[in-house]
């Protein structure tokens, strides 16, 4: 699959640049689209992802819910920085800067920050089951941000355009956004599952030898040792 | 044996408010900290910014939602320890009572402390930063509770869970102040709009907002806190 998805990715880099002819107003510039649009499609579908998991556990517990939940968790949060990087990038050419205190790009940088926030609070809980339960419940109350960052071109018409998809961008440039985007799902996928072997492997660490873990604890001391005993 | 009969929701949230409130009073001296600490933050700002009083009146409500933000840090931390402190935490999962109604009387009391550091901090904003409250008191103090709200039960909810976990100082924030900035946002633009008029008309629009946040945030916790307690 990993071959597989290089290749996908290969012919879709050759066709964002170079297949696909360059934009009326835009020029280069604009061949952003093609990565900066379907890293943002996947940050969505992994937190969304993340949601559902993150629900079904409270439902049904199972070390495999809680361990995709980080894996959509984490992935979710990778692609949607990086997406965010790259827009900031396309910004200063075209905007004049990198950062604009637009409503659509303040939204996801606040939801970016919450789910930062969500993978600290698993660093810093050492019982494996309590860390699920509680990341569960901060998960839910933190997707609340994502129909308000999806929205947001459309509430508020600001700087930032309303989204681009194969139904608003020229048809020219349509067969090179669906390659590019099926290449970042395949992308995604590799991620999810093998950061969700990892998370898997760590649930059955912990569970199978709990006192080998570090804590918080200190080591007990030697001449205390002798006094008790 | 006669069956224990859960107590109803209502009631359990009443007795277990009073208790809040009582041990709240008999600490005082905890309190006491609480409206120094905020007070001094609204001092720090003056000194921050500079002694530009336009500037200063202009961004009193963005300081007074600031000082009453980092100020609920606290007052939320605390409001765990002291259930953890005799592991009385335990001891309300045992008796009868409904652990949401732990959530509404806790996230309630957070809000009334709130609220009354927010009524303290008024008078002295009135002097320092010299604004006047040109929309009168029902309108700013609509603001101040529903800010309050607002920022208790997401903070009720985190802290629950913040109080058990490492590095729970650092937890608390991390996990509420990003959640929170619409809240403040909102507060922060309504109390603006209350301390110099409002022509636009655009304070009931904040208002919409401040609540539709209580709404979603007030629901989740109350469905969500039995299981952020449990065992």
Redesign the interface.
């Known amino acids: 699959m990993t071959a597989a998805t290089l290749l996908l990715l290969a012919v879709g880099t050759y066709l964002g640049l170079v297949w696909t002819p360059e934009d009326r107003e835009m020029g280069h510039v604009y061949r952003i689209i093609y990565v900066h649009v379907p890293a943002m499609w996947m940050a969505m579908l992994a937190l969304v992802l993340n949601f559902g998991l993150c629900v079904a556990y409270?439902f049904k517990s199972s070390w495999k819910t809680d361990a995709l939940a980080e894996a959509s968790g984490e992935v979710g949060l990778l692609f949607g920085s990086y997406g965010l990087v790259l827009g900031a990038i396309w910004g200063k050419p075209t905007w004049g800067t990198y950062w604009d205190w637009d409503p659509r790009l303040t939204a996801m940088a606040?939801m970016l920050?919450?789910y930062?926030?969500y993978m600290?609070?698993r660093r810093?809980?050492?019982d494996p089951e309590?860390r699920a339960?509680?990341s569960?419940?901060?998960g839910?109350?933190?997707f609340?941000?994502l129909p308000?960052v999806w929205f947001s071109v459309k509430w508020w018409r600001s700087l930032h355009q309303v989204q681009s998809t194969p139904k608003t961008v020229d048809p020219d440039m349509v067969l090179s956004l669906r390659v590019n985007a099926w290449a970042s799902l395949m992308i995604l996928t590799l991620f999810l599952l093998h950061r969700y072997r990892v998370a898997l492997a760590t649930r059955e660490a912990e569970v199978a030898l709990p006192e080998a873990l570090p804590t918080?604890a200190p080591a007990p001391r030697n001449d205390r040792a002798s006094e008790v005993a | 044996m006669k069956r224990v009969r859960p107590i109803s929701l209502l009631k359990t949230v009443g007795v277990l408010l009073a208790k809040d409130l009582l041990i709240e009073w008999r600490t005082r001296a905890r309190l006491n900290a609480l409206v120094f600490f905020a007070l001094a933050t609204l001092l720090l700002f003056s000194f921050a910014v500079g002694p530009d009083s336009k500037v200063l009146a202009r961004n009193a409500g963005g300081y007074l939602w600031l000082a009453l933000l980092f100020a609920s840090v606290l007052a939320l931390g605390e409001s765990f320890r002291v259930e953890q402190e005799n592991l009385t935490l335990d001891g309300l999962r045992l008796a009868p009572a409904d652990a949401r109604a732990i959530f509404l009387s806790k996230a309630m009391g957070n809000a009334l402390l709130l609220i009354a550091l927010g009524a303290l901090l008024i008078p002295v904003m009135v002097a320092l930063y010299g604004v006047q409250v040109s929309m009168g008191v029902g309108a700013f103090f609509t603001t101040l509770v529903l800010g309050c709200m607002a920022i208790s039960a997401?903070g009720t909810?985190?802290s629950a869970?913040a109080s058990?976990?490492?590095?729970r100082d650092v937890?608390l924030p991390?996990?509420l102040?990003?959640?929170i900035?619409?809240a403040l946002l909102a507060a922060a633009k309504a109390t603006s709009l209350v301390l110099q008029g409002d022509p636009m008309n655009q304070l009931g629009s904040w208002f919409g907002l401040l609540f539709g946040f209580n709404l979603?945030?007030w629901g989740?916790g109350f469905v969500?806190f039995p299981?952020?307690i449990?065992d």
């Open positions: 409270l606040i920050v919450t930062v926030a600290a609070l810093f809980v050492e309590k339960v509680w569960s419940v901060v839910i109350i933190s609340v941000n308000i918080d | 997401p909810v985190y869970i058990n976990a490492r590095a937890l991390l996990l102040f990003p959640l900035i619409p979603i945030y989740l969500l299981r952020v449990e």
